[in-house]
T-cell receptor, first 107, second 111 residues
Framework: GQQVQQSPASLVLQEGENAELQCNFS?????MQWFYQRPGGSLVSLFY???GTKQSGRLTSTTVIKERRSSLHISSSQTTDSGTYLC?????????FGDGTQLVVKP | GGIITQTPKFLIGQEGQKLTLKCQQN?????MYWYRQDSGKGLRLIYY???????QKGDLSEGYDASREKKSSFSLTVTSAQKNEMAVFLC??????????FGPGTRLLVL
């Protein structure tokens, strides 16, 4: 089965709304990373967050190892936030990516 | 800061053809990775390398070869391109297994 499950698969927001993206993993975690990918673009690392909470501007990542989940919160969304958000986990042996959340923010 | 470059940007091949993708990084990172991304899907690891001349298979290594000739470069070969294959190949590098930095990708189309 898939090691990393991301939800929702897609999300449409009005500009200004908040978003909560989830990543659940089925094996023990060594590290967790969140990426942003523009349509047709390369990946940009948003957070390297093996545990706890990290914030950068309007983005907050929270990883709870015991519950095997990580979340990415986007506050006051903007149209430029549109794109794909991917999480990746590493169990110290292998690296697994989720299928991503496709986010569209409408003006 | 550093940069990862991937060449070529676009690659159109024919069924059965052997195709080579190249990746260079100037971060001086030890570990480099090759991933394949299919439309609407996450990334799947093909090969990675923890140092020069090292190769480790990922989940998707069948049908591919890789070569880490020097610390700064990591190449990937599609040994026999499959007809109608279309994917993006992404190269990344990191210090150990820390934060990964990605290149812009090579888009493959097989006719």
């Amino acid at each position: 089965g898939q090691q990393v499950q991301q939800s929702p698969a897609s999300l449409v927001l009005q500009e200004g709304e908040n978003a909560e993206l989830q990543c659940n993993f089925s094996t023990s975690l060594n590290s967790m990373q969140w990426f942003y990918q523009r349509p047709g673009g390369s990946l940009v690392s948003l957070f390297y967050n093996p545990s706890g909470t990290k914030q950068s501007g309007r983005l907050t990542s929270t990883t709870v190892i015991k519950e095997r989940r990580s979340s990415l919160h986007i506050s006051s969304s903007q149209t430029t936030d549109s794109g794909t958000y991917l999480c990746a986990m590493d169990d110290n042996n292998r690296i697994f990516f989720g299928d991503g959340t496709q986010l569209v923010v409408k003006p | 800061g550093g940069i990862i470059t991937q060449t070529p940007k676009f690659l159109i091949g024919q069924e059965g053809q052997k195709l080579t993708l190249k990746c260079q990084q100037n971060f001086n990172h030890d570990t480099m990775y090759w991933y394949r991304q299919d439309s609407g899907k996450g990334l799947r690891l093909i090969y990675y390398s923890i140092t020069e001349n090292d190769l480790q298979k990922g989940d998707l290594s069948e049908g591919y070869d890789a070569s880490r000739e020097k610390k700064s470069s990591f190449s990937l070969t599609v040994t026999s391109a499959q007809k109608n294959e279309m994917a993006v190949f992404l190269c990344a590098s990191s210090i150990a297994r820390d934060t990964q930095y990605f290149g812009p990708g090579t888009r493959l189309l097989v006719l």
